[in-house]
Each structure stands twice: as structure tokens, then as C-alpha cells.
């Protein structure tokens, strides 16, 4: 972890380090023109509905259309991979996310390090991930569940949005913490994932807040926990899981990167815009209908959040055995 965190630290410091009249003055006019924002997932899920609040406001702030460009593919690695070798003039933005720090430690061999290839610009959000049931399953409490599953053991089907997305490694780290045996159902994305776990085709999945707000509070699916370290304020009767499993924590998060070498003077505009949104009435409170936290701070408290999120979760992933499809 010191080792991560070293390295940004060095990236950071280098990239400030670099000349700055030269560019002075088109960073100060930046945006010129429409701005991309690459989000590494399909349309319609939890980073991308983040992606498009904080394009909206980036465009109102900076008077320029800020355009999400969906590529999803092997667990945001396509879209990662897209941005690095984009130029890196400002024009090209990656939503980062817990999926990237997470293919870290999944993926051996890719063409592009995170850590190395991407700098850090914001957080956005933290987003508490949901332990739902389908109704069928008899338990309705976090050791209920756990003794259920202990008492039909390799019979529970978990079902998440695909190999090493936050929704499988969140559980992971359950049964890693609590010794149960469930049978990892991968879906591609969400979406899937949720059309069967409402058919009861699949038991119990742990997604992301705004993919399933709409179906836990209609009772299609059952909350038994949230994953985070406290409650949270969009689901105030549902406990944490830590209150059953002490050190229990797992979220799913979202900031902004650029490619490497991106005028320190844009990242630190864009930082400033991006915090500014945190004190919108507005955006606090879509932030809170979709049940995120804000993430507030400097690139290098991002970058800092980043390596610890790889360090984490690469246990959990060396635990698991987790392969890529």
C-alpha cells in the first residue's frame, strides 16, 4: 500500500512539476470545445447515471457540452484502455471506478496500469452497495441469511454483474468473512443479474444502491444490509453488515482521471468544479435519491483513496482465486 501510494504521490508532484507558462494560457480558457467523458460500462447503470450528473454540471459550469462515450467490456478495461491512449489534452475524461481498482489485482496482464497510466482529477461518490434477497429466501436479517447458507451449503446462488465487478468481489469478501459456501452466478452487468434475482432465479446479490432502490422499496427484493461502514440516509431502517460481521465494509465508488501527462493546471480547474457540485442543493440531493455519499478532496486525496481501494481488494481477490472470464 506504501508502495501504491508512493507512486502517485511521484506521478502527482511530477505532472506539477512541469512547465506551466507555456500552457498557461489555454488551460485558463479550458474547455474550447465539447469534452468526452468515457464511462467503461453500459448505459443506464450506477456509473453511468453518476457520469451523466456530474456531465451536466460540468457543462452548465464550463460552458461546454461534456458527452459520455459508453465502452463498456471486461469489467471497465476497455474503456480504461481507450482513455490512456487518448491525448492528453483535457478533451478526454475517464469515470473511474471500484471496478478498476479491483481489475488491478484480477488482471495480470493488460496493457496499462492505473496507477501509472491515469491521474487521479476528483472523487464523486460513494455509492453503498445493497445485500438483497430474493422474497422467497426465509431469512430476513444479515445472521438469518448466514445460517441459512450454512445449513444448504453450495445451493444458494449469488448472483453479480460479472467477474470481478464490485457486486462479485463485495461478496467475496463476505464469504471469505463469514465462511459460507454460494455458488457465483456472473451476469453481464446489472441489469441481467437483477431480471433474475426479481424471477428468483438467483438468491441474493450485493449491487449497487441506484440499481436496485426502485425494487427494494416496491418489495420486489428484500435489504438486509447495507455495506458500508454506517447506514445510510436512503435506507434508514436496513442495518450494515458490520453489525453482524465486525470489519465488514464494501462500496462501489466513482471520481474522474485523465490521461498521464494532462496539464496539471486542467486537473486542478476540473477539481475545483467537481467539489463546487458537493455544495449544490440540486446535486446533493440527486447524490442522495441515488443513495451516494460525496467524495470530496484533491486529486492526491483521490489518488490516496485509489491505492488503498487496490490494496484491499487484491486480498480479497488472492483469497477468492478470481479469474478472468
Request: net charge neutral; no cysteine; hydrophobic share 45%.
Amino acid at each position: 500500500m506504501k508502495l501504491l501510494r508512493r507512486q502517485f504521490v511521484q506521478l502527482a508532484a511530477a505532472a506539477f512539476a512541469l512547465p506551466v507558462l507555456p500552457r498557461a494560457a489555454s488551460a485558463l480558457d479550458y474547455p474550447t470545445k465539447p469534452v468526452r467523458m468515457i464511462v467503461p460500462f453500459a448505459p443506464a447503470g450506477p456509473t453511468d447515471i453518476l457520469a451523466r450528473l456530474m456531465g451536466q454540471w460540468l457543462s452548465e459550469r464550463l460552458g461546454q457540452s461534456f458527452i459520455i462515450e459508453n465502452r463498456p467490456g471486461a469489467n471497465s478495461n476497455v474503456g480504461t484502455e481507450a482513455a490512456v491512449n487518448a491525448p492528453a489534452d483535457g478533451y478526454t475524461l475517464l469515470l473511474v471506478g471500484a471496478a478498476g481498482a479491483i481489475n488491478a489485482s484480477v488482471y495480470q496482464k493488460l496493457n496499462f496500469s492505473l496507477v501509472r497510466d491515469i491521474l487521479p482529477v476528483a472523487g464523486i461518490g460513494r455509492v453503498p452497495l445493497v445485500m438483497e434477497v430474493h422474497p422467497s429466501v426465509p431469512a430476513k436479517t444479515v445472521p438469518e441469511f448466514i445460517a441459512f447458507a450454512k445449513a444448504n451449503p453450495g445451493t444458494v446462488s449469488m448472483a453479480s454483474a460479472g467477474v470481478g465487478n464490485p457486486t462479485h468481489i463485495a461478496g467475496e469478501l463476505f464469504k471469505m468473512m463469514t465462511g459460507v459456501d454460494m455458488v457465483h452466478v456472473p451476469y453481464r452487468g446489472s441489469g441481467p443479474a437483477l431480471t433474475d434475482m426479481l424471477g428468483g432465479q438467483v438468491q441474493v446479490m450485493f449491487d449497487a444502491m441506484p440499481s436496485s432502490i426502485e425494487y427494494l422499496r416496491a418489495g420486489k427484493l428484500r435489504a438486509l444490509a447495507v455495506t458500508t461502514a454506517a447506514q445510510s440516509d436512503t435506507l434508514p431502517n436496513v442495518p450494515t453488515v458490520s453489525e453482524s460481521v465486525a470489519g465488514y465494509e464494501a462500496s462501489s465508488w466513482y471520481g474522474i482521471g485523465v490521461p498521464k501527462t494532462t496539464a496539471p493546471e486542467i486537473i486542478e480547474k476540473l477539481n475545483k468544479e467537481i467539489n463546487a457540485a458537493f455544495a449544490d442543493p440540486k446535486v446533493q440531493g440527486r447524490l442522495a435519491d441515488l443513495g451516494a455519499m460525496a467524495l470530496p478532496g484533491s486529486a492526491a486525496d483521490f489518488g490516496k483513496f485509489i491505492a488503498v481501494e487496490i490494496e484491499k481488494w487484491g486480498k480479497v481477490v488472492k483469497f477468492a482465486g478470481v479469474k478472468p472470464d
